[in-house]
């Protein structure tokens, strides 16, 4: 169990890393990717500006704070939080099912805020991507570099929501974000018995985590 929590959050701390552009992207004209890609570019050459203020990556409120506000747009919540409960997600009341997404992504933006500095070495590399005018849901492939290290395969699964291309899930090396969790979860749901629990337990670790950060 302790090794499959640490690899999911291996994964998930490079799964926002590459979302939030802490890894560099190499030189890429804008022009020559596609809307999809576009967005993983342009907020990473937004938001490697922030990593150049060692002093703000210090301060961990600030950082969850940024995390929070900058992954929510670009990341579709709605639909993750379905995918990851799988058949849990029809059988929970309506007030279930918005704890356990605001839980989840309290979760995800620690887990990731936890990784805000460790991924600094890295370069990506876009894949041709070929996609209709028509087309609402595309996988974004990239290449991840690290001096001495074979590349790492990067797929981002993403949706046109209302207009804007949004991350769902993502495959690092063939392991999906979404599938890991579900997993998880449904391993945790049939251990308490009920997903009320689970949910109890998740914004208790998440109160505990936030509090040992801010100390």
Same mark, same amino acid.
């Given at each position: 169990?302790?090794?499959n @929590?640490?690899?999911?959050?291996?994964?998930?701390?490079?799964?926002?890393?590459l979302?939030?552009?802490?890894?560099p992207t190499t030189? $890429?004209?804008?022009?020559?990717?596609q809307?999809p890609?576009?967005i993983?570019?342009?907020?990473?050459a937004?938001?490697?500006?922030?990593?150049?203020?060692?002093? /703000?990556? @210090?301060?961990?409120?600030?950082v969850?704070?940024?995390v929070?506000?900058v992954?929510?747009?670009?990341?579709?919540?709605?639909r993750?939080?379905?995918?990851v409960?799988?058949k849990?997600?029809k059988t929970a009341?309506s007030?279930?099912?918005?704890? /356990?997404?605001?839980?989840?992504?309290?979760?995800?933006v620690r887990t990731?805020?936890? #990784?805000?500095v460790?991924?600094?070495d890295?370069t990506?590399?876009?894949?041709?991507l070929e996609?209709?005018n028509?087309a609402?849901?595309v996988?974004?492939?990239?290449?991840?570099?690290q001096?001495?290290?074979?590349p790492?395969?990067?797929n981002?699964r993403?949706?046109?929501?209302?207009?804007?291309w949004?991350?769902?899930?993502?495959?690092?090396?063939g392991?999906s974000?979404?599938?890991?969790?579900?997993?998880? /979860?449904?391993?945790?749901i049939?251990?308490?018995?009920?997903?009320?629990?689970?949910?109890?337990?998740? $914004?208790?670790?998440? #109160?505990?985590?936030l509090? #040992?950060?801010?100390?």
């Amino acid at each position: 169990m302790m090794r499959n @929590r640490t690899k999911q959050y291996a994964i998930v701390g490079l799964f926002f890393a590459l979302l939030l552009g802490l890894i560099p992207t190499t030189k $890429v004209i804008a022009e020559d990717l596609q809307p999809p890609q576009q967005i993983i570019q342009s907020v990473s050459a937004q938001l490697q500006q922030k990593l150049k203020d060692k002093s /703000f990556t @210090r301060n961990f409120a600030q950082v969850t704070q940024f995390v929070n506000g900058v992954i929510y747009p670009h990341t579709d919540f709605d639909r993750i939080a379905p995918l990851v409960l799988g058949k849990h997600w029809k059988t929970a009341t309506s007030g279930e099912q918005e704890r /356990f997404k605001h839980e989840f992504q309290t979760l995800i933006v620690r887990t990731y805020s936890r #990784a805000f500095v460790e991924y600094n070495d890295w370069t990506m590399r876009f894949m041709p991507l070929e996609m209709s005018n028509e087309a609402t849901k595309v996988v974004v492939k990239t290449e991840v570099l690290q001096p001495g290290l074979q590349p790492v395969d990067v797929n981002y699964r993403m949706l046109l929501t209302k207009g804007e291309w949004k991350v769902y899930d993502i495959m690092i090396d063939g392991v999906s974000l979404v599938t890991n969790y579900r997993s998880t /979860f449904n391993d945790e749901i049939q251990t308490k018995g009920s997903l009320s629990a689970v949910i109890d337990n998740l $914004v208790k670790r998440n #109160a505990e985590a936030l509090s #040992a950060k801010d100390s």
